[in-house]
């Protein structure tokens, strides 16, 4: 099983500031089969970005992607006040299909 | 693009429980469909899928021989049914939509989720 480990645990930042969040898996994802999805607190996650760094359809260009192999990174170039919530990344070239344990955005 | 689980709630462990998503917007039989479970301890699951014809089914280890995903494109509905249920398969579960005919295993619309509870 890949396991996902997703850093940090808790990001607080300010608005029109730039994230960085890191996602290192145990082992090669194949074929860069990397999602990122955003839960808001009540909300179902979305997809943000597959690929690695495609963007789902109507995903701001703010939301970025990067990485291969065991390291990858969602950037995020200025914030928003809807941007604060939980992001996980999830691998899905490999079963079990698993997701990393989730990151923390919040406001500053 | 909508979805819209229903069927949840408390059972007793070795207990069964079908769960149904109803999905709307999209030609249902072109995309295959995922089950995903989610909990505060162990997090985002995937559990369950069937292909858009819904000819082939995929399940995690963990739910395999208890859980059955099925579904009835003339009616747009994709069903779980869950039996000999553990009290490790509390969580919310969310019904979600593939990128394609056969699965890929990412998600690009989900539904609002039902809680399922096993509990004596």
């Known amino acids: 099983e890949i396991v996902l480990t997703q850093s940090p645990g808790t990001l607080s930042l300010s608005p029109g500031e730039r994230a960085t969040l890191s996602c290192r898996a145990s082992?090669?994802?194949?074929?860069?089969?990397l999602a990122w999805y955003q839960q808001r607190p009540g909300q179902a996650p979305r997809l943000l970005i597959y690929?690695?760094?495609i963007r789902a359809t109507a995903i701001p260009d703010r939301f970025s992607g990067s990485g291969s192999g065991t390291d990858f990174t969602l950037t995020i170039s200025r914030l928003e006040p809807e941007d604060f919530a939980v992001y996980y990344c999830?691998?899905?070239?490999?079963?079990?299909?698993?997701f990393g344990q989730g990151t923390k955005l919040e406001i500053k | 693009v909508q979805l819209l689980e229903s069927g949840g709630g408390l059972v007793q462990p070795g207990g069964s429980l079908r769960l149904s998503c109803a999905a709307s917007?999209?030609?249902?039989?072109?995309?295959?469909m995922d089950w995903v479970r989610q909990t505060p301890g162990k997090g985002l699951e995937w559990v369950s899928a069937?292909?858009?014809?819904?000819?082939?089914?995929y399940y995690a280890d963990s739910v395999k021989g208890r859980f059955t995903i099925s579904r009835d494109n003339s009616k747009n509905t994709l069903y779980l049914q869950m039996s000999s249920l553990r009290a490790e398969d509390t969580a919310i579960y969310y019904c979600?939509?593939?990128?394609?005919?056969?699965?890929?295993?990412?998600?690009?619309?989900w539904g609002r989720g039902t809680l399922v509870t096993v509990s004596s």
């Open positions: 979600a939509k593939d990128t394609s005919g056969f699965p890929m295993y990412h998600f690009d619309c």
């Open positions: 917007g999209f030609t249902f039989s072109s995309y295959a």
């Open positions: 069937i292909r858009g014809s819904g000819e082939i089914t």
């Open positions: 082992q090669s994802v194949s074929s860069n089969y």
């Open positions: 690929g690695v760094s």
């Open positions: 999830q691998q899905y070239g490999a079963s079990p299909y698993t």
